[in-house]
């Protein structure tokens, strides 16, 4: 049975209404990265909690103890088990999504607040979250508003599970799947995530792969506070001259991983590999509009996409203890710390990667000759993600695709991560689909991040539909 006519209508109808809840979450600063922020990313759980309630969903918020972040220790926000439905005549879709977002202040560079949504006059939707991905997890909850109000029964049954640390790691997530196996995610039948974003501007995209990464701090410490560069210039060992030393000995301008060994774990493409890149609909504009310069590593389309679908990247983030502020400051600093991560792709692993380069680390900090001490720390991991897209999972998200856009959608692979996708392909047993709801230029992690109206709306037809094709999958 095709989604019924009534339920998109109803999503058109409610558009307002739908922006106005997206509005709500996005005033909610879940910033999971940030300690000080943490009792949001706790009223975020409670308030998706309760939406989640009042559309019919059964939900339990799952403790996930303590961890420690920049030396404190912190409560974990609680993660959300949601489930509707028990008919055992059924499929079961697992959908996952997350609550917490990266941080994001106006002196970014953000034109407007961050925390309020902003509605544009082309349709945008600006705030912090809004595609990354709370705009995506309410498109389930509009989906089940429509059946709830109407007590139509749904095509599927559905387990929900959303948490408030995908940004940083998705600490305390992995047990919770292994321990609920057979539990809570007993007779699940496949998975759903939209947490990612299309290739471009124009087609919409399913995703059978992620990258995996390992996220590092580097910490060079020497005098025990900081100093006067007047009265211990050239005097002593500057920790932040060796720091920069040593970041610069990661990556080169071209994308080159300067750590041994690392690039030359994955595979050279050959010409039936590159075939798939090329023939996606994307051009060297696309990545240049998106990030507003003509910056591309290369003038070939299918070289700059193998870059973030089937390649390693080591991105440098920043400095900790560096002087940043506005004047002159002529301080040395006592301690920095260095942050930086690599995107991993098949078989690269956390186990394979962080030993090559935690020894280069060493041995060129060695080569330095500096009396100041280096303490190397692996923030958080997760391994790369690749999927059958040839599963009947896939093959209902391509025919709700085609019954909402009129378009064959990209199969892409994503260049970031979500950490938990393998845990529960491995742990379950059982197909993972990525279907994103936001464009390639929405601006996740960045500023003035959006999601189209229109994405939103039939992102929310698209999510529907998608359930209604699971449900008249027969097989298996
Ligand atoms: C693709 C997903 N929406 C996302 O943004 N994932 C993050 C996960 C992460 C890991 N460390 C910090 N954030 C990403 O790929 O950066
Ligand atoms: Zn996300
Ligand atoms: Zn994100």
Aim: one cysteine or more.
């Amino acid at each position: 049975m095709p989604a019924p006519a009534a339920l998109l209508s109803y999503i058109d109808a409610q558009t307002d209404a739908f922006i106005t809840r997206l509005a709500e979450a996005v005033a909610i600063p879940s910033i999971s990265g940030d300690p000080a922020y943490r009792d949001r990313v706790h009223d975020m759980s409670n308030w998706l909690n309760a939406q989640l309630q009042a559309v019919g969903v059964t939900t339990k918020q799952v403790d996930l103890g303590t961890h420690v972040m920049d030396g404190q220790t912190l409560h974990l926000p609680p993660a959300i088990l949601g489930r509707i439905g028990e008919d055992k005549s059924k499929k079961t879709v697992l959908i996952y999504g997350h609550f917490d977002v990266q941080p994001a202040s106006k002196s970014d560079g953000w034109d407007t607040e961050p925390f309020v949504l902003t509605k544009e006059a082309d349709g945008r939707l600006v705030g912090r979250g809004s595609s990354d991905d709370k705009g995506p997890v309410l498109g389930w909850v509009n989906v089940l508003q429509w059946h709830h109000e109407t007590q139509t029964p749904l095509p599927v049954n559905i387990v929900f599970c959303f948490e408030g640390m995908e940004e940083n790691g998705s600490e305390g997530l992995d047990d919770l799947v292994v321990k609920e196996k057979d539990g809570w995610f007993k007779d699940v039948d496949c998975v759903c995530i939209s947490d990612n974003y299309w290739l471009n501007t124009r087609t919409p995209a399913l995703t059978y792969g992620l990258r995996g990464l390992v996220y590092f701090k580097i910490n060079v410490s020497g005098p025990t506070r900081d100093l006067h560069s007047g009265v211990f210039g050239r005097m002593v060992h500057e920790p932040m001259t060796d720091l920069i030393s040593l970041m610069s000995r990661l990556v080169d301008s071209a994308g080159n991983i300067l750590v041994p060994g690392v690039d030359d774990m994955v595979s050279v493409a050959d010409n039936e590999e590159r075939a798939i890149y090329e023939k996606l609909d994307y051009s060297i504009e696309d990545v240049e509009s998106s990030v507003g310069a003509k910056i591309a590593l290369s003038a070939d389309k299918t070289q700059v996409l193998m870059g973030r679908m089937r390649s390693p990247s080591l991105s440098l983030h920043g400095i900790e203890g560096a002087f940043s502020g506005p004047g002159a400051k002529t301080v040395i600093p006592a301690k920095v710390a260095g942050k930086f991560s690599i995107r991993l792709v098949p078989p690269q692993t956390p186990d394979s990667v962080t030993p090559l380069v935690e020894a280069y680390l060493k041995s060129e900090f060695a080569k330095l000759g500096s009396k100041n001490s280096l303490h190397v720390e692996l923030l958080h991991d997760g391994k790369p993600w690749v999927a059958d897209y040839k599963h009947w999972n896939y093959n209902a998200a391509i025919k709700a695709t085609e019954a909402i856009y009129s378009q064959k959608p990209d199969l892409t692979r994503e260049g970031g991560s979500i950490p938990v996708t393998l845990t529960f392909a491995e742990t379950l047993g059982v197909n993972v689909l990525l279907l994103p709801m936001g464009r390639g230029d929405d601006g996740a992690h960045s500023t003035n991040e959006k999601l189209d109206t229109s994405n939103f709306i039939k992102g929310t037809k698209l999510l529907g539909t998608y359930l209604y094709e699971v449900g008249e999958v027969k097989d298996s």
